[in-house]
């Protein structure tokens, strides 16, 4: 059975960190591209970073140098480290993965899922 478990969300003031886990299980790990999608309120889904089976990065625009993400090919595990912390990070993060895509992937294409980590950013 696929399983995709977040965990480390929380509320942080703004300028705060998180760091965010995903622990995968049920799939071979280190052949499928690992990405961290979130949904703020109202919003649809958006792909804020990913991961490739070689260990290259990505990120989108809106993140890119305050997030990183990192992988532990041992441990099965994903993570992101979110630093300067915005109110407009808040949103449900959720764990994806999948074969031979990129973080401009649909997340329809995306095959397994986690239930998601809430960060709320306040003052």
């Known amino acids: 059975e696929v399983q995709l478990v977040e965990s480390g969300g929380g509320s942080v003031q703004p300028g705060g960190s998180l760091r965010l886990s995903c622990a995968a299980s049920?799939?071979?790990?280190?052949?499928?591209?690992m990405s961290w999608f979130r949904q703020r309120p109202g919003k649809g889904l958006e792909a804020v970073a990913g991961?490739?089976?070689?260990?290259?990065?990505d990120y989108a625009s809106s993140v890119k140098g305050r997030f990183a993400i990192a992988q532990d090919v041992a441990k099965n595990a994903v993570y992101l480290q979110m630093n300067r912390l915005k109110p407009e990070d808040t949103a449900m993060y959720y764990c994806?993965?999948?074969?031979?895509?990129?973080?401009?992937?649909?997340?329809?294409?995306?095959?397994?899922w986690g239930q998601g980590t809430q960060v709320t950013v306040s003052s």
């Open positions: 049920g799939f071979t790990f280190s052949t499928h591209f």
């Open positions: 994806a993965a999948n074969c031979l895509l990129t973080l401009n992937s649909s997340w329809h294409d995306f095959g397994y």
């Open positions: 991961i490739y089976s070689d260990g290259r990065p």
